[in-house]
């Protein structure tokens, strides 16, 4: 494609399918400035023209440069962007990048939403649809993580209240990654996002991920997450208890006592 971001292969017209539009172009730059950042870097010279970073709809990536066409068929990333890449640390250009990605990615949303006839009610659901994913930025700096995980924490406790909303998790199968950190499909989440935010809590006994088919459970004092079998808790006996300490907080209990 000369220049361009793709529009062209791609139509949407209605609230579902502009998000879901959004939600390949927002995998294939988390994709860039993750899993292929190396890739990406590369391609970034600074010895070339004005470098635009393009997600597609098909969750690919490109860099190239902007339309010739005036105005563009679609809003333009942000120009230049290979220019900054040696002149400031890489996590700094990367979270740059991905901060003009985002707003990027919002311009093409609702430029759909323009183009096609969305009204209030329509631009709002879009909108919320938008804001329930974590913004690339989020992704990169690994704020979407510290988020998720507090969230986990806050979750925990308010089970405590209701049986429906136990204690007691089970790991989500999350290509349901920021693993590769390329969403397959995001209908139910963020999909490969979510496994890797949840790969990245490793329980406090054996120090391992949590696997698919594994129950765990969080200690309420020092809100470190185990492996059920880890710490011989079954989800029916984690069901009756009101307040877990795991063995580390059960025994620090016992010699303060003493």
Same mark, same amino acid.
């Given at each position: &494609?000369?220049?361009?971001?793709?529009?062209?292969?791609?139509?949407?017209?209605?609230?579902?399918?502009?998000? *879901?539009?959004?939600?390949?172009?927002?995998a294939?730059?988390?994709?860039?400035?993750?899993?292929?950042?190396?890739?990406?870097?590369?391609? =970034?010279?600074?010895?070339k023209?004005?470098?635009?970073?393009?997600?597609?709809?098909?969750?690919?990536?490109?860099?190239?440069?902007?339309?010739?066409?005036?105005?563009?068929?679609?809003?333009?990333?942000?120009?230049?962007?290979?220019?900054?890449?040696? +002149? &400031?640390?890489?996590?700094?250009? !990367?979270?740059?990048?991905?901060v003009?990605?985002?707003?990027?990615?919002?311009?093409?949303?609702?430029?759909?939403?323009? *183009?096609?006839?969305?009204?209030?009610?329509?631009?709002?659901?879009?909108?919320? &649809?938008?804001?329930?994913?974590?913004?690339?930025?989020?992704?990169?700096?690994?704020?979407?993580?510290?988020?998720?995980?507090?969230?986990?924490?806050?979750?925990?406790?308010? +089970?405590?209240?209701?049986?429906?909303?136990?204690?007691?998790?089970?790991?989500?199968?999350?290509?349901?990654?920021?693993?590769? !950190?390329?969403?397959?499909?995001?209908?139910?989440?963020?999909?490969?996002?979510?496994?890797?935010?949840? +790969?990245?809590?490793?329980?406090?006994? =054996?120090?391992?991920?949590?696997?698919?088919?594994?129950?765990?459970?969080? =200690?309420?004092?020092?809100?470190?997450?185990?492996?059920?079998? =880890?710490?011989?808790?079954?989800?029916?006996?984690?069901?009756h208890?009101?307040?877990?300490?795991c063995?580390a907080?059960?025994?620090? *209990?016992? *010699?303060?006592?003493?």
């Amino acid at each position: &494609m000369e220049g361009g971001g793709g529009g062209e292969e791609y139509n949407p017209r209605s609230v579902e399918d502009v998000f *879901r539009d959004f939600k390949a172009r927002r995998a294939a730059l988390i994709k860039a400035l993750t899993s292929d950042v190396e890739e990406f870097y590369q391609q =970034c010279d600074p010895e070339k023209e004005n470098l635009c970073l393009y997600g597609l709809p098909n969750e690919e990536w490109e860099v190239n440069l902007p339309a010739e066409e005036v105005p563009p068929e679609l809003p333009e990333p942000a120009l230049g962007i290979n220019f900054a890449r040696d +002149g &400031m640390q890489e996590k700094d250009w !990367l979270s740059l990048v991905a901060v003009h990605s985002d707003s990027w990615l919002l311009s093409v949303a609702f430029y759909f939403g323009a *183009r096609f006839g969305f009204d209030k009610s329509h631009r709002k659901r879009l909108f919320n &649809m938008i804001n329930d994913l974590p913004t690339i930025y989020e992704v990169v700096t690994g704020a979407a993580k510290k988020q998720h995980r507090e969230k986990s924490s806050i979750s925990s406790h308010s +089970g405590k209240k209701s049986k429906s909303n136990s204690k007691v998790q089970r790991a989500p199968d999350y290509q349901e990654t920021l693993t590769k !950190l390329q969403p397959k499909d995001e209908e139910e989440g963020l999909d490969e996002q979510d496994e890797e935010e949840h +790969g990245d809590t490793l329980c406090g006994a =054996c120090g391992e991920n949590y696997a698919a088919d594994e129950f765990w459970i969080c =200690c309420d004092l020092c809100e470190k997450w185990f492996h059920g079998k =880890c710490v011989k808790i079954t989800p029916a006996r984690a069901e009756h208890i009101k307040q877990y300490k795991c063995p580390a907080c059960s025994n620090k *209990r016992a *010699r303060v006592d003493i």
